[in-house]
T-cell receptor, first 118, second 115 residues
Framework: GAGVSQSPSNKVTEKGKDVELRCDPI?????LYWYRQSLGQGLEFLIY????????KSGLPSDRFSAERTGGSVSTLTIQRTQQEDSAVYLC????????????????FGPGTRLTVL | AQSVSQHNHHVILSEAASLELGCNYS??????LFWYVQYPGQHLQLLLK????DPLVKGIKGFEAEFIKSKFSFNLRKPSVQWSDTAEYFC????WGTGGFKTIFGAGTRLFVKA
C-alpha cells in the first residue's frame, strides 16, 4: 500500500507483559515519528527517527519505552512491563524529509495501534 | 509551561452554521502551524498549514485559518459547515527545541454537525 501501516491494529495485554508495536512508513520517507493518544488527550510526541538514528527521544515517558528503526524503514516501539496507564492509541507518522522550519515536511499518519493493558 | 491550547473540546453545530475553532500556543520564536483532521474511522490528515507569507491560509474542503502573531493564535474557520465535517480537529505547532524540531499537538476539538 501507499500509506503508513501499523500492526497490530489492536493489542490487549496483561499488566507486566512486554509488547511490540510495528510501523511501516511510506517508502522513501526518511523521517518517522511515534505519538501516543490517550483518551481525551492530544497527541503526545514520543520519539522521531531520521534514518536509523533518533535525534529526539525526549518524549519517551519512561525507560520502559524504547524504539528502534532498521534499514531506514520499519520501526518497532517496545513497551516493557506494561502498566494500565500505557493504554492508548499509538500513532506512527512518516515524512519525506527531516522536520525543519519552513520546509514542507507533511507528516502522514498511520491508522494507529490501540493498546489496552488489563 | 509551553503548550498548544484548543479552547473547545466539543462543538455541536447545525448544518450551514459558521465554524471557528480556537488555537493558541505559547512558544516564542519562529513556528510552523498546522490543522489536522480525523474523520470517524479514518487516519489523521493534514487540513492546512502555515509556514510564512500571507497569514490567511486556505485549506481543503473550504477551511481556512488565520495566523495572528501578536495573539499567538491560529484559529480555524469555515463559513458554512456540512454534516460531513463531523470529525476531530487538532491544532499543531512545529518549533525548534532540544534535540531539534518537534511538532506539538493540541488536545483536539470534537465537532458534531447536525443534519
Amino acid at each position: 500500500g501507499a500509506g503508513v501501516s501499523q500492526s497490530p491494529s489492536n493489542k490487549v495485554t496483561e499488566k507486566g507483559k512486554d509488547v511490540e508495536l510495528r510501523c511501516d512508513p511510506i517508502s522513501g520517507h526518511t523521517a518517522l515519528y511515534w505519538y501516543r493518544q490517550s483518551l481525551g488527550q492530544g497527541l503526545e510526541f514520543l520519539i522521531y527517527f531520521q534514518g536509523n538514528s533518533a535525534p529526539d527521544k525526549s518524549g519517551l515517558p519512561s525507560d520502559r519505552f524504547s524504539a528502534e528503526r532498521t534499514g531506514g524503514s520499519v520501526s518497532t516501539l517496545t513497551i516493557q512491563r506494561t502498566q494500565q496507564e500505557d493504554s492508548a492509541v499509538y500513532l506512527c507518522a512518516s515524512s519525506l524529509a527531516a522536520p525543519g522550519l519552513g520546509r514542507d515536511n507533511e507528516q502522514f499518519f498511520g491508522p494507529g495501534t490501540r493498546l489496552t493493558v488489563l | 509551561a509551553q503548550s498548544v491550547s484548543q479552547h473547545n473540546h466539543h462543538v455541536i453545530l447545525s448544518e450551514a452554521a459558521s465554524l471557528e475553532l480556537g488555537c493558541n500556543y505559547s512558544y516564542g520564536g519562529t513556528v510552523n502551524l498546522f490543522w489536522y483532521v480525523q474523520y470517524p474511522g479514518q487516519h489523521l490528515q493534514l487540513l492546512l498549514k502555515y509556514f510564512s507569507g500571507d497569514p490567511l491560509v486556505k485549506g481543503i474542503k473550504g477551511f481556512e485559518a488565520e495566523f495572528i502573531k501578536s495573539k499567538f493564535s491560529f484559529n480555524l474557520r469555515k463559513p458554512s459547515v456540512q454534516w460531513s465535517d463531523t470529525a476531530e480537529y487538532f491544532c499543531a505547532v512545529r518549533k525548534w527545541g532540544t534535540g531539534g524540531f518537534k511538532t506539538i499537538f493540541g488536545a483536539g476539538t470534537r465537532l458534531f454537525v447536525k443534519a
